[in-house]
């Protein structure tokens, strides 16, 4: 019986730090430097239209890594995510885009997307090419966004991950959250305040 009650006391201590994260994501806090990890902006991939980045180019920014996709309810945020490109990369962001099919809503080429976000929302900020963002098949750095224990993959499209200038992650935001969120523009200034 002791065995019992000690095994539903450790069972609701764990289920009640679970909201004390939620609630940080939803104050719009980030995630304390302890909790991040290890750096995960390393390597070079193509992206749309074939010109290669290396991350470890974006260390010393504040990088918010957002999985996209042309046909899906939350497409139009590619607006506020443009607008929350020219409106701060002068102060450290950048916005990076990685398509995906993994939800089945991605056109079929890396060309179409890249013209139908910049037609349709006039998209300058980098992009990947079409890539996998979910399971053990997953780019590396969508798995290293997934990796801490607060964190998880995507779950749908248009999820929202902040990257420190120390190229740790930083903060996710679910699909629902716009790009020009309250929490998400703290977390974004939060960080920015941060020296690397």
Same mark, same amino acid.
């Given at each position: 019986?002791? %065995?019992?009650?000690? %095994?539903?006391?450790?069972?609701?201590?764990?289920? @009640?730090?679970?909201?004390?994260? =939620? =609630?940080?994501?939803?104050?719009?806090?980030?995630?304390?430097?302890?909790? *991040?990890?290890?750096?995960?902006?390393?390597? %070079?991939?193509? !992206?749309?239209?074939?010109? *290669?980045?290396?991350? $470890? %180019?974006?260390?010393?920014?504040?990088?918010?890594?957002?999985?996209?996709? @042309?046909?899906?309810?939350?497409?139009?945020?590619?607006?506020?995510?443009? $607008?929350?490109?020219?409106? !701060? !990369?002068?102060?450290?962001?950048?916005?990076?885009?990685?398509?995906?099919r993994d939800f089945k809503q991605e056109l079929p080429s890396d060309g179409q997307v890249a013209t139908f976000c910049k037609l349709n929302f006039g998209v300058t900020f980098p992009m990947l090419r079409v890539s996998k963002v979910t399971g053990p098949k997953a780019i590396p750095l969508m798995r290293g966004l997934a990796a801490p224990s607060w964190s998880h993959q995507p779950d749908w499209n248009f999820n929202k991950y902040l990257v420190d200038r120390e190229g740790r992650a930083a903060m996710r935001f679910s699909s629902s959250v716009e790009p020009d969120a309250p929490e998400v523009t703290r977390a974004i200034s939060a960080l920015l305040a941060e020296k690397a």
């Open positions: 019986m002791r %065995s019992l009650v000690a %095994s539903i006391a450790v069972a609701s201590a764990l289920v @009640s730090a679970v909201p004390a994260v =939620a =609630a940080t994501a939803d104050a719009g806090a980030v995630i304390p430097a302890a909790d *991040r990890g290890a750096p995960l902006l390393t390597g %070079s991939y193509d !992206r749309l239209g074939g010109k *290669r980045i290396n991350l $470890a %180019s974006l260390r010393g920014r504040v990088v918010m890594v957002v999985n996209t996709a @042309s046909h899906c309810g939350f497409t139009p945020q590619y607006k506020g995510l443009e $607008a929350l490109w020219k409106g !701060r !990369r002068a102060d450290g962001l950048t916005v990076l885009g990685v398509p995906s």
